[in-house]
């Protein structure tokens, strides 16, 4: 029976999505300069010709996979940041980067390990500006109602605490006490 359009198109889908997890898998496991496109191929259970017809090239691969990731997360940052910014605001910013570093955390790995390279930040800054201007804004409004001396200087300290707090989890997801640290993160920026 012949297949409709439709058809190839999510089965075209399933594959490209089948493909970025099987990346995100050898480039977590190897690194990103270690792995290769017959390696991604291979883990895919797929040809090395037919990864060409989804993907061009590693390094597009690399940008897919961080770009919709960061999309995913971002999207979820700016709704919150778009509300007035109270104290359960920000304590809600904490707990979203907690739930997504655990639930995502091979993708979390593979951005930390490549946070440094061109391509990487090429995605962060031309995808992102605005959400990074708005977090900016209202992280800077924050501190300064709370009589922060210095509210730079606070986004820079929560901002190296929560990358602390990704890069501890990273290295010892099983016994890095991630919920313990959320709380005092919540107790330190928020007071609760």
Known sequence: ?????????????????????????????????????????????????LMYNYF?????????????????????????????FTDEVFADLIRLSVEV??????QWKLYMDMANRPEVREIMQDRYVESQLLWVEKLTA?????????????IQFFASTMTGLKVSYLMDPVNFPI????KRMIKLFVGR
């Open 56 to 84: 061009e090239s590693k390094e597009e691969l690399l940008q897919t996979l961080i770009g919709n990731y960061l999309d995913e997360e971002n999207a979820k940052v700016v709704a919150l940041l778009k509300q007035p």
């Open 142 to 154: 924050f501190f300064t109602q709370r009589n922060a001396e210095d509210p730079m200087m606070e």
């Open 1 to 49: 029976m012949p297949r409709t359009q439709e058809q190839f198109e999510a089965i075209r889908l399933e594959r490209r999505e089948h493909i970025l997890q099987s990346a995100l898998k050898v480039f977590a496991e190897d690194g990103y300069h270690n792995a290769s496109i017959s390696k991604v191929s291979k883990e895919a259970g797929i040809s090395k010709g």
């Open 101 to 106: 570093l655990k639930k995502n955390p091979l």
């Open 179 to 182: 919920d313990e640290m959320e």
